[in-house]
C-alpha cells in the first residue's frame, strides 16, 4: 500500500504561483510513476500532469503546458507540481497518484491522495 498526501494549496490571486507536494509513505515512490489530477465543482476529474518513475519522462494537459511543471524528489518520496500563472479556471480540488505507468489515463492509477485544495481568484 502507498499513501499519498498533498499539501501546498490555498488561495491566491490570478498570476501567482503555487507549489504543490504530494509526499508517499507505505512503499517507495521509487517503482511507480505519478501524476495530479483536478476536479473542479461539477466536473470530472481530469489529468494534469504525469511523471515516469524515473523521471525521465513527463507529460502535461495542454491547458498547463509550459506553466506547470511537475518533478519528483525520489529521495524525499515526494512529487510536485509547480503552478505558474495560476489562472481562475486552475480552481479546483488537486489529486496526486501513483500508477505502475506513466499515463494521463485516470484508470491507469491505483493510489490515491485526498486533495489538495486550490483556488484562484481573478
Known amino acids: 500500500q502507498v499513501q499519498l498526501v498533498e499539501s501546498g494549496g490555498g488561495l491566491v490571486q490570478a498570476g501567482d504561483s503555487l507549489r504543490l507536494s504530494c509526499a508517499a509513505s507505505?512503499?517507495?515512490?521509487?517503482?511507480?510513476?505519478m501524476g495530479w489530477f483536478r476536479q473542479a465543482p461539477g466536473k470530472e476529474r481530469e489529468f494534469v500532469a504525469a511523471?515516469?518513475?524515473?523521471?525521465?519522462?513527463?507529460y502535461y494537459a495542454g491547458s498547463v503546458k509550459g506553466l506547470f511543471t511537475i518533478f519528483r524528489d525520489n529521495a524525499k518520496n515526494t512529487v510536485y507540481l509547480q503552478m505558474n500563472s495560476l489562472k481562475a479556471e486552475d480552481t479546483a480540488v488537486y489529486y496526486c497518484?501513483?500508477?505502475?505507468?506513466?499515463?494521463?489515463?485516470?484508470?491507469?492509477?491505483?493510489?490515491w491522495g485526498q486533495g489538495t485544495q486550490v483556488t484562484v481568484s481573478s
Open positions: 511523471i515516469s518513475w524515473s523521471g525521465t519522462r513527463r
Open positions: 497518484a501513483a500508477g505502475r505507468e506513466g499515463s494521463t489515463d485516470i484508470r491507469a492509477y491505483d493510489y
Open positions: 507505505g512503499r517507495t515512490l521509487t517503482n511507480y510513476a
